[in-house]
């Protein structure tokens, strides 16, 4: 534990990581759902959630366990592609989990990146964000739970390294071009991030065991990660990661 509102967790495997992201979720939409009507949930694209999304749709253990009508889901990013395409976020949970759960249309609200124009999909975005808050231009969302990951040069959503999005205060949702992508990427920004009631980090991948040790021992303190920039000003960060992500921690 490294303070109070801030953990880490490690795991075996990708599975026994995956199975305990489910319990954390379950619990916490339930805990949240006794004081409030709906759960709002950030997910995260990547290949490191995909188990964990197949668990919730799948296991009973969990998928009976959560009212599906009161949960509204989001998207941290999304690539610049439409939403069958193969590298969409949204895609790849909709084949994982919400195409096998009772979850009304209405409850997704996802990147609309088929948008030629990845600029007006982040203003949009924005206002469906604003518009299911009710929050005027200037007011932050607060998510009950965003699910983030982390890629080995420290990246987390579609916030790389040496990037415009970065430095993003007042916009919500911005289009971030990846020179390595060639690429615009639409993505929710730092401060959205940071008002968030939880955050659950999913790493696994020893190709990530090196950038995770300087993160946790909060090096490069003048020159962070992206990754380093997510801190919870009022909320929980839980670090879930498996032994392979952990191998270089002491
Ligand atoms: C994306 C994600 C990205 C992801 C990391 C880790 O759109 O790709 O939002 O930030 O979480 O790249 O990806 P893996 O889980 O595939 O290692």
Redesign the pocket.
């Known amino acids: 534990m490294i303070s109070e509102n801030h953990k880490i967790q490690k795991f075996t495997d990708e599975a026994a990581l995956s199975r305990a992201a489910a319990e954390t979720i379950v619990k916490h939409l339930n805990d949240s759902l006794r004081i409030r009507d709906v759960y709002s949930i950030v997910l ?6 995909r188990r964990l999304y197949a668990l919730l749709a799948n296991d009973a253990v969990f998928r009976d366990r959560i009212p599906w009508d009161r949960v509204h889901f989001f998207w ?4 610049h592609v439409s939403p069958d395409h193969p590298d969409s ?1 949204y895609g790849m949970a909709d084949a994982a989990l919400l195409s096998k759960i009772p979850l009304p249309s209405t409850n997704i609200h996802r990147i609309r990146a088929e948008d030629s124009d990845a600029g007006k999909a982040a203003v949009d975005y924005e206002q469906e964000i604003r518009r299911f808050f009710k929050i005027d231009a200037g007011q932050m969302p607060r998510f009950n739970c965003v699910l ?5 040069d420290g ?5 790389f390294p040496e990037t415009a999005a970065l430095e993003e205060t007042d916009h919500l949702v911005v289009a971030n071009w990846v020179e390595k992508f060639q690429s615009y ?1 639409i ?1 929710m920004t730092v401060p959205v991030f940071n008002n968030a009631e939880r955050i659950i980090f ?4 020893k190709e ?1 065991a090196n950038t995770l040790k300087s993160v946790l021992a909060r090096q490069r303190e003048s020159d962070p990660y992206p990754v380093q920039r997510i801190r919870p000003e009022h909320g929980h960060l839980i670090w879930l990661i498996d032994a392979t992500a952990a191998s270089h921690l002491s």
């Open positions: 995260s694209g990547g290949s490191t959630p941290g990013d999304e690539r976020n983030l990951g982390m890629g080995s990246h987390t959503a579609s916030l990427r993505t999913l790493v696994s991948g990530k």
